[in-house]
């Protein structure tokens, strides 16, 4: 589902590459990378049939986890499971002891960037740069 998520057309405004960008593929290739518990996690949302949404979190700093890749399958989406695959995520944040919850989403994603303002999320700096990636970013944190 990662896979499907990083060749999502409105990423690349467009079609999908076929060489993923060196980040991306070294992403995948890796993948969970360091979202693996105690300090990340990578969590997967079911229907009643298949796996339909992902999220990981990613340490960044002692304090500060970021949370990436969230992604709800089309057929999924405004079901709920994304407010509870994101709830979940912010649970394992504060059991794990963060601080900080931050996460970058492309600025025209319109309705991921209010399910993260509804629950919480406030507009932040960047935190991170993307080479290669001339899209715009909405920066967003949550104090945990």
């Known amino acids: ?5 990083v060749r999502l057309p409105d990423a690349w405004h467009g079609k999908p590459p076929i060489d993923l960008p060196v980040w991306f593929r070294e992403e995948l290739a890796q993948f969970p990378g360091e979202a693996i518990p105690p300090r990340g996690e990578v969590v997967v949302g079911f229907s009643s049939t298949a796996a339909v949404a992902v999220g990981l979190l990613v ?8 949370m990436k890749r969230l992604f709800v399958r089309l057929e999924s989406r ?15 944040a504060r059991a794990f002891g963060y601080e900080k919850l931050v996460l970058d989403v492309m600025t025209e994603r319109h ?14 700096e960047p935190y991170r740069t993307y080479e ?3 899209v715009e970013l909405t920066s967003l944190a949550m104090e945990l």
């Open 1 to 5: 589902m990662v896979e499907e998520y």
């Open 59 to 66: 340490p960044f700093t002692e304090q500060v986890v970021e």
């Open 78 to 92: 405004r079901t709920g499971i994304g407010r509870l695959l994101v709830g979940r995520l912010v649970d394992l």
């Open 111 to 124: 309705d991921a960037v209010r399910l993260y303002t509804s629950l919480g999320f406030v507009p932040t």
């Open 132 to 134: 290669a990636l001339s």
